[in-house]
């Protein structure tokens, strides 16, 4: 078993900000990299309006690909019912729920309030869903482009909400605000309001944070992360949101520290080769991919 699980989440927070299209056979093969390298989670796109966004007009059917690969959990994001509806169709397993705390940044993005939108998800968490997870994402947790400080009482009067109706709760970066000094404070503040209903991190690499902040929410008890191969990633309704933590650096990170991802790092490389074939015109980073592995290293499995 894993010390630490990694989402990889490219193929949705990467795919829908990147400024080139993939298309939807390149994203199949890489999803299917990534499940090879060991990834276990993956969440693989969007049920959002395709005019909104058409990077994730393909979701269905991707999720319904990804499905039939073994061991693999599937998650999707869902704005509202209408999207989580589709989500179920589809055969996802997780369905992840963006709950802006910043009350700007949720009414650009979903037109509701948070409050409003924590209200959506109750509504999504009543419909029939058997065997179909549900996470509430506090997203803009750290900050926000938009509003600036985003009060820690709204983040830990939000993750209390939906944690009395999803699975799972995590917080989310998502403009690369954060820094390590205050990831362990409101991580510490929340877990002490709804104990191991928070799971997730999620954070960007805005100003180069996403991996102190990684080991930030580590040293909090955190065990599961979210990252994007190559970095790729952003928000394209919060201006100025750059790209997420970056998933080779984050395994390198672990893997050094003798914590199990259950990720092998030339099988990433190798998917990280049709992420540039799917994509050959998107900037793609990595520190660990440009430097190679120190000698002598061993992963810790
Ligand atoms: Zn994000």
């Known amino acids: 078993m894993p010390s630490v699980h990694i989402c990889e989440v490219g193929p949705r927070d990467g795919l ?4 080139h299209l993939m298309p939807t056979a390149a994203k199949k093969a890489w999803i299917q990299a990534l499940a090879a390298a ?3 989670e993956i969440e693989v796109g969007s049920f959002v309006p395709p005019k909104l966004i058409p990077a994730m007009a393909d979701t269905a059917e991707v999720v319904a690909f990804a499905r039939a690969i073994p061991g693999l959990k599937v998650i999707a994001l869902a704005p509202n019912l209408k999207g989580f509806q589709r989500a179920i169709e589809a055969g996802a397993h997780k369905v992840t729920f963006p709950v802006s705390a910043s ?6 993005n979903v037109r509701m309030t948070p409050d409003q939108m924590v ?6 968490a009543q419909w029939p869903h058997p065997g179909v ?5 506090v997203s803009t947790a750290f900050g926000c482009t938009m509003q600036g400080v985003v009060p820690e009482d709204d983040v830990v009067r939000i993750a209390a909400a939906l944690a009395e109706f999803c699975d799972a709760v995590a917080l989310a970066d998502t403009v690369g605000y954060a820094n390590p000094a205050q990831v362990r404070r409101v991580f510490r503040r929340v877990r002490e309001r709804i104990g191991n209903k928070l799971e997730g991190a999620h954070f960007h690499d805005t ?22 191969m190559g970095g790729l990633g952003g928000c394209p309704f919060a201006p100025g949101a750059s790209g997420n933590v970056i998933t080779e650096d984050l395994v390198f990170m672990f893997e ?5 991802t259950g990720i092998d790092f030339p099988k990433l490389l190798a998917a ?6 799917g994509l050959p015109l998107e900037p793609i980073y990595g520190h660990t991919p440009q430097a190679g592995l120190p000698k002598g290293f061993r992963a810790s499995a």
């Open 272 to 277: 990280r080769d049709l992420l540039v074939k």
């Open 207 to 228: 100003r180069g944070l996403g991996i102190a902040n990684a080991l930030a929410a580590y040293e909090e008890g955190v065990r599961s992360f979210d990252s994007s």
């Open 16 to 19: 829908q900000n990147a400024k």
């Open 256 to 260: 050094s520290m003798g914590l199990s």
């Open 133 to 137: 997870e549900i996470e509430g994402a």
């Open 38 to 40: 060991g990834l276990r």
């Open 103 to 108: 009350r700007q940044h949720s009414e650009s």
């Open 119 to 124: 209200e959506e998800v109750r509504r999504c």
